[in-house]
């Protein structure tokens, strides 16, 4: 069986990749690598276009450079960490900067994995596949918890502000009877209930 048959074989199930690549060669190739396996691929030549994409398109996995003129890797990274309608979306970066404070700096902005350059086709589908798979397991373990907030986010037309709340949002669990809110204290959570009631 040749390579093109496997990977054709590797996703039936057209999940969207955003590709954020500067080289026009390396672009090209890693778009059709994914589109043959399966993928609904979506491309942009530098961080801004990658940005722009996402006004549009919701992918599942975000492949994107480190090194492009504008707006680097870390940039498009940090402003997709800020939007709560892509919480838990996996990232990876695409590199050839293999430093161990690369992988660092990356790690702690938030990038789920990296790819380093030259990669081969295998390597690239291996760690989409594996990363996709990590983020269905999560969705499914958070239950409902995760979905609404994400769906409330994306669906009221208060985006903005309810985004910035939901930006520093925070899980905490109250005992019955416990005071949550009196009457004339200062509004300064959004409280949404994942379970039981309240009075």
């Excluded at 069986?1 to 057209?14: A, L």
């Excluded at 672009?27 to 059709?32: G, H, K, Q, R, S």
């Excluded at 504008?70 to 979306?89: F, S």
Aim: some cysteine; overall charge positive.
């Amino acid at each position: 069986m040749s390579f093109e048959s496997d990977i054709k074989n590797t996703s039936s199930m057209k999940d969207k990749v955003l590709l954020i690549e500067n080289c026009q060669e390396m672009l090209d190739n890693a778009a059709e690598l994914l589109h043959l396996a399966g993928y609904s691929v979506q491309t942009a030549g530098n961080g801004i276009e990658g940005l722009m994409r996402l006004k549009t398109e919701r992918p599942e996995i975000i492949l994107c450079d480190i090194v492009m003129p504008g707006l680097d890797g870390y940039g498009v990274l940090r402003a997709v960490r800020n939007m709560p309608e892509l919480a838990g979306v996996p990232f990876i970066f695409m590199t050839a900067k293999a430093e161990k404070k690369d992988f660092r700096k990356g790690m702690d902005l938030g990038a789920d994995d990296y790819l380093i350059k030259p990669f081969s086709g295998e390597d690239l589908l291996r760690v989409v596949e594996a990363r996709l798979e990590k983020s269905r397991q999560a969705a499914n373990k958070n239950g409902s918890a995760g979905k609404n907030i994400t769906e409330l986010v994306r669906e009221t037309k208060n985006f903005l502000q309810l985004a910035m709340f939901s930006r520093k949002r925070e899980t905490k669990k109250f005992r019955k009877k416990d005071m949550i809110f009196m009457e004339g204290d200062s509004g300064t959570h959004l409280f949404f209930v994942l379970a039981g009631k309240e009075k």
